[in-house]
């Protein structure tokens, strides 16, 4: 860990201190306004905790939802306080603004060891475009900085980066520490052999990870529709499935560079649509019919993809092999998930980026199986990329060695 986190600051520093603190409370609500995932705010707990034993006062921003600048009441994170207030078995302060002189006197007011949570970042005009300006007003609300928000760490905002860059000292929480810990781990000194599965609809949006994990790992499996494009790329029939027409020479060079490291499905579960599965059957990858989609990973594919999980000391998984969110399109990603599971029992490395890769392995109730499951899709696959993540870059260094 190249940052600074939390651990680096001295009771001195901690003791009494507004720590402003970027949280990722971006979670679901139904309806009625109600949590139906509580995932991220459990994950911010051990920062938390960690705060509060020192005797900081915790101040906490975060955004929910894409509310475009104004204050929107069904993004408010009222309901947010309350569940945190509840998993912290504390009280947490809330305040229905975030730049304002109401929210800087509420921090103020603060004692050692209570939290604050302050409205969503969003509601603000400024957040999204870095504005300097609000950068240096929510620098106001502490004296020192911690981004914990990981899922938000690849946006350049003035709550992630701008205020970062104002207020010192800027460190990393647990929570952004275990991700970038287990993220780096994978692609810098991962134990062999080290498998990567990659997924999803588009090969466009995985294109910068395939490139700069093929050098890394030992084999790279391919699942999702995405895989219907290499289909094309070998002068396969693909029927009706998705099918990328300006990014098939580019797999087809992928293919060629990757050689023997990349593999692609044996077979496949189609259907005429994903409105239709009693219509739903394995074939193997030469044998699409015109009619049909891919819609999943077959049977064949995902024994064998099981195998190489369990041969592999690494393991590191984003995008689905399938509809998985529709039974019996489902099956080639519970699969992966059950074999990663296993795999981690055994002492194997394995790691979720995060996204729906993440959600499958929620919904299966696996994620206590997995070595990591990241809390951020977009952050994890750009850092998979070899991007720098600006909620990351603007942390204090560690003095080397």
């Given at each position: 860990?190249?940052k600074k986190t939390v651990r680096?600051?001295?009771?001195?520093?901690?003791?009494?201190?507004?720590?402003?603190?970027?949280?990722?409370?971006?979670?679901?609500?139904?309806?009625?306004?109600?949590?139906?995932?509580?995932?991220?705010?459990?994950?911010?707990?051990?920062?938390?905790?960690?705060?509060?034993?020192?005797?900081?006062?915790?101040?906490?921003?975060?955004?929910?939802?894409?509310?475009?600048?104004?204050?929107?009441?069904?993004?408010?994170?009222?309901?947010?306080?309350?569940?945190?207030?509840?998993?912290?078995?504390?009280?947490?302060?809330?305040?229905?603004?975030?730049?304002?002189?109401?929210?800087?006197?509420?921090?103020?007011?603060?004692?050692?060891?209570?939290?604050?949570?302050?409205?969503?970042?969003?509601?603000?005009?400024?957040?999204?475009?870095?504005?300097?300006?609000?950068?240096?007003?929510?620098?106001?609300?502490?004296?020192?900085?911690?981004?914990?928000?990981?899922?938000?760490?690849?946006?350049?905002?003035?709550?992630?980066?701008?205020?970062?860059?104002?207020?010192?000292?800027?460190?990393?929480?647990?929570?952004?520490?275990?991700?970038?810990?287990?993220?780096?781990?994978?692609?810098?000194?991962?134990?062999?052999?080290?498998?990567?599965?990659?997924?999803?609809?588009?090969?466009?949006?995985?294109?910068?990870?395939?490139?700069?994990?093929?050098?890394?790992?030992?084999?790279?499996?391919?699942?999702?529709?995405?895989?219907?494009?290499?289909?094309?790329?070998?002068?396969?029939?693909?029927?009706?499935?998705?099918?990328?027409?300006?990014?098939?020479?580019?797999?087809?060079?992928?293919?060629?560079?990757?050689?023997?490291?990349?593999?692609?499905?044996?077979?496949?579960?189609?259907?005429?649509?994903?409105?239709?599965?009693?219509?739903?059957?394995?074939?193997?990858?030469?044998?699409?019919?015109?009619?049909?989609?891919?819609?999943?990973?077959?049977?064949?594919?995902?024994?064998?993809?099981?195998?190489?999980?369990?041969?592999?000391?690494?393991?590191?998984?984003?995008?689905?092999?399938?509809?998985?969110?529709?039974?019996?399109?489902?099956?080639?990603?519970?699969?992966?998930a059950e074999a990663m599971a296993?795999?981690?029992?055994?002492?194997?490395?394995?790691?979720?980026?995060?996204?729906?890769?993440?959600?499958?392995?929620?919904?299966?109730?696996?994620?206590?199986?997995?070595?990591?499951?990241?809390?951020?899709?977009?952050?994890?696959?750009?850092?998979?990329?070899?991007?720098?993540?600006?909620?990351?870059?603007?942390?204090?260094?560690?003095?080397?060695?």
């Open positions: 860990m190249r680096d600051l001295s009771a001195k520093q901690l003791k009494g201190a507004r720590a402003l603190v970027r949280a990722d409370f971006n979670v679901p609500l139904d309806s009625n306004g109600e949590i139906t995932d509580d995932t991220r705010i459990r994950a911010s707990l051990p920062t938390l905790e960690y705060l509060i034993e020192k005797g900081a006062r915790p101040v906490l921003l975060s955004h929910l939802g894409r509310p475009k600048g104004k204050p929107t009441p069904k993004y408010s994170l009222q309901p947010v306080a309350r569940r945190l207030g509840e998993l912290l078995g504390t009280a947490v302060g809330f305040v229905e603004s975030t730049d304002s002189d109401e929210a800087l006197k509420a921090t103020t007011m603060l004692e050692d060891g209570e939290v604050l949570l302050l409205e969503n970042t969003r509601f603000l005009g400024g957040e999204e475009t870095n504005d300097p300006r609000l950068a240096r007003a929510l620098a106001e609300l502490g004296e020192l900085f911690v981004n914990d928000a990981f899922g938000a760490a690849h946006r350049a905002h003035a709550s992630t980066a701008g205020v970062c860059d104002v207020l010192k000292p800027a460190v990393a929480g647990l929570l952004m520490e275990r991700e970038l810990d287990y993220l780096e781990g994978a692609l810098t000194n991962p134990a062999h052999p080290f498998v990567a599965i990659l997924g999803g609809a588009k090969i466009s949006g995985k294109i910068d990870v395939i490139e700069s994990l093929l050098p890394k790992v030992d084999a790279l499996l391919i699942g999702g529709a995405m895989a219907c494009t290499f289909f094309r790329a070998m002068g396969l029939e693909t029927g009706r499935s998705l099918v990328e027409q300006d990014r098939i020479q580019m797999a087809r060079a992928l293919m060629e560079r990757a050689g023997t490291k990349l593999i692609l499905p044996h077979d496949a579960k189609v259907a005429t649509s994903v409105d239709a599965p009693e219509g739903a059957r394995s074939v193997g990858r030469a044998a699409i019919d015109v009619e049909d989609s891919m819609l999943d990973i077959g049977p064949r594919t995902a024994e064998s993809y099981s195998r190489a999980i369990a041969s592999a000391k690494t393991v590191l998984w984003n995008g689905p092999m399938g509809v998985f969110e529709s039974p019996p399109f489902d099956a080639g990603t519970n699969a992966i296993k795999a981690t029992a055994r002492g194997t490395t394995t790691i979720v980026g995060g996204g729906d890769s993440a959600a499958a392995v929620a919904a299966l109730g696996l994620e206590s199986k997995m070595s990591h499951v990241s809390t951020g899709g977009g952050a994890s696959l750009e850092f998979l990329e070899g991007k720098k993540l600006p909620g990351v870059e603007c942390l204090d260094d560690r003095e080397p060695g």
